[in-house]
């Protein structure tokens, strides 16, 4: 038996939805120190083969997340030392996730 | 789906991006630091042409060349009285003191006990990254006690600088600390800094993985942003006596000191210029405003706020 409160709970809770970021690299600043990928919370950054102009290790993104996509956090952005990651909110449809 | 190769960075309007990637080591907390400092400044909205940064020397000072805004590398320790000087002739300019822990309180060590004491309307971001960096790791006065460095390779006998206590009691209006782990805080701690009016101080934990971290346990690039997770306790209004940083002790962050608001130096200052204009008499303003017509803007901009301007006809001669 469902109550009238958590039914309206659910239903709130289909209308929220979690905000999707896409994430963005200047490659060319990156220094591959790494940061970004040991504090992201939902894990989807992992460091990459290629190697940028001044011979780093940029960051991609993690085929499968162990946890979950970019929530659009913002937190690599701000640990990022050489202003080379960045993140951008995605348009998502709630159908979509 | 791939990461997306862009060529421009939401901060770009702020910073000289032909001068980037900058000298700092992979791993330096330098850059957040500077990241958080222009972030609170869009956030605020602050005119990039009415703020000033101003440094000194040593990594830190390196910042005055990466801000697209009028800025500073002055002598090594002397940032605080050109930031003085800077906001004495131009009280409508924003200024900002970007350094380091050595060439703020080792170097100009007087200097930032007395602009604190004189409460000048400056903010100051003071980097501790607990060593001189730049010139390959050498005990500085913010050196943990039992620190290795390369000058004290038995450990540090000596008991370090308390920096935000320090400043909480030669006066200072805000003192706050923080850790660039804390990056989310120190942005919100610097926005409330650089609205603050009266000397501003944001002291900020900064790894140095090159020439400090390495000889200290930290020995990767993460390894000192965890220690600094794992030991920084965020206290509400702490008391600045317990600011003292010993190694693998918990320390305090947090805000040491938010004053309310007392006459700044520069507004002591512009009272005086007031009230010399005020005594002039009224045939003689004409010739006084010519004698300081090298600080028409400025003035101008001050009386727009006071109404003292002059009144119609007397600036015919």
């Known amino acids: ?97 | 789906m791939p990461i997306i190769k862009a060529d421009k960075y939401p901060l770009d309007p702020y910073l000289r991006t032909e001068r980037l990637p900058h000298v700092w080591c992979p791993g330096c907390g330098l850059g957040i630091v500077l990241n958080a400092f222009l972030r609170a400044m869009q956030k605020l909205g602050m005119d990039p042409d009415k703020t000033v940064v101003v440094s000194g020397i040593g990594c830190t000072g390196r910042t005055a060349g990466y801000v697209k805004m009028d800025s500073f590398h002055t002598t090594h320790g002397r940032a605080i009285p050109f930031a003085l000087g800077i906001k004495a002739a131009r009280p409508d300019l924003n200024v900002v003191v970007f350094s380091g822990d050595g060439d703020l309180f080792s170097i100009g060590g007087n200097h930032i006990i007395h602009a604190a004491r004189r409460n000048i309307d400056i903010t100051v971001i003071a980097v501790n990254n607990f060593i001189y960096g730049m010139t390959g790791g050498q005990l500085a006065p913010t050196t943990p006690e039992t620190s290795i460095t390369t000058t004290s390779p038995y450990g540090n006998l000596e008991s370090p600088f308390n920096m935000a206590g320090l400043m909480a009691i030669a006066g200072a209006s805000y003192v706050a600390r923080w850790t660039t782990v804390h990056a989310r805080r120190l942005e919100k701690g610097l926005e409330k800094a650089l609205s603050k009016r009266g000397f501003s101080f944001v002291e900020v934990m900064s790894p140095c993985p090159t020439a400090f971290g390495r000889r200290n346990k930290m020995k990767g690039i993460i390894d000192s942003m965890m220690y600094y997770q794992k030991y920084a306790i965020i206290k509400d209004n702490p008391n600045p006596l317990d600011g003292v940083i010993k190694p693998n002790e918990k320390f305090v962050i947090g805000e040491f000191m938010d004053a309310e608001d007392e006459p700044t130096f520069d507004d002591k200052l512009w009272e005086l210029t007031k009230r010399d204009f005020l005594e002039t008499s009224q045939a003689d303003r004409a010739k006084w405003i010519l004698e300081h017509r090298r600080h028409l803007e400025t003035l101008a901009t001050l009386i727009a706020g006071e109404n003292i301007a002059p009144q119609e006809g007397e600036m015919d001669e």
């Open chain 1, 1 to 97: 038996m469902v109550t009238e409160a958590e039914k309206q709970r659910l239903l709130e809770r289909e209308a929220a939805t979690i905000p999707r970021g896409d994430v963005y690299i200047v490659e060319e600043r990156c220094k591959g120190c790494g940061l970004c990928i040991a504090f992201c919370p939902k894990k989807v950054l992992v460091e990459s083969d290629r190697i940028n102009e001044k011979g780093y290790h940029p960051p991609e993104l993690v085929e499968k997340p162990p946890v979950d996509v970019c929530i659009n956090c913002g937190f690599c952005e701000r640990i990022c030392p050489d202003f080379a990651i960045f993140v951008k909110e995605k348009k998502v449809n709630n159908s979509e996730q």
